[in-house]
């Protein structure tokens, strides 16, 4: 029984460890070209089928390393299932860095893109935009595109080329520590496909 006993408890501990195997990396300072402010390190990494991200920060030194425990923490943030692609950029602004987290994928029906962007604001990782594309397959007929793109600072949304206002919510309403892989969609910001 104990050499049994052995092999399992080494499966054990290592699943915790595999299941957060660390995919992509990104680093920059939240105020941009001007490193002024505090500077980050996030993490994506896979939890199961879904996308968690993880980013420390606060240093005014340099970037921090991925020791402790993270600032911010999303075991949720993103769906890894079907993805061909996964990862973060920096995109730094004369206004800021905007993290970026882009997933591309493809199942039996569609093949597409998502990318959010977080920013830290008054304390708070902030969604500041989203952008989703999906090329449906159409089997028995011609392959069609759906497209929406949400700028939150402005609360707009682009649809297939329409564009409207979004109802104002509340800054708290766009904490990224509760965004998911849906909440465009569940928020109203963007349409579900039929």
């Known amino acids: 029984m104990r050499r049994l006993a052995a092999p399992i408890l080494s499966l054990l501990l290592a699943l915790p460890v595999q299941a957060q195997t660390p995919i992509s990396e990104a680093s920059g300072n939240w105020a941009g070209v001007s490193n002024q402010g505090f500077y980050f390190l996030a993490r994506l990494s896979r939890n ?56 591309e994928f493809a199942d039996e029906d569609a093949e597409g893109r998502s990318v959010t962007q977080l920013q830290y604001i008054d304390n708070q990782y902030t969604v500041v935009g989203y952008y989703h594309r999906s090329k449906f397959y159409n089997p028995g007929g011609e392959p069609f595109t759906k497209e929406c793109e949400v700028d939150l600072w402005k609360m707009t949304a682009t649809e297939d080329g329409v564009s409207r206002a979004l109802e104002p919510v509340g800054f708290e309403a766009l904490n990224a520590s509760d965004w998911t892989w849906g909440a465009a969609f569940d928020r109203g910001f963007c349409s579900r496909t039929e």
């Open 48 to 103: 199961e089928d879904k996308l968690r991200l993880s980013i420390w920060g606060g240093a005014v030194d340099g970037v921090p390393t991925a020791t402790g425990e993270p600032e911010f923490d999303n075991a949720a943030f993103e769906l890894s299932a079907f993805a061909t692609r996964e990862a973060l950029e920096v995109i730094d602004t004369p206004d800021g860095s905007i993290l970026q987290v882009v997933v």
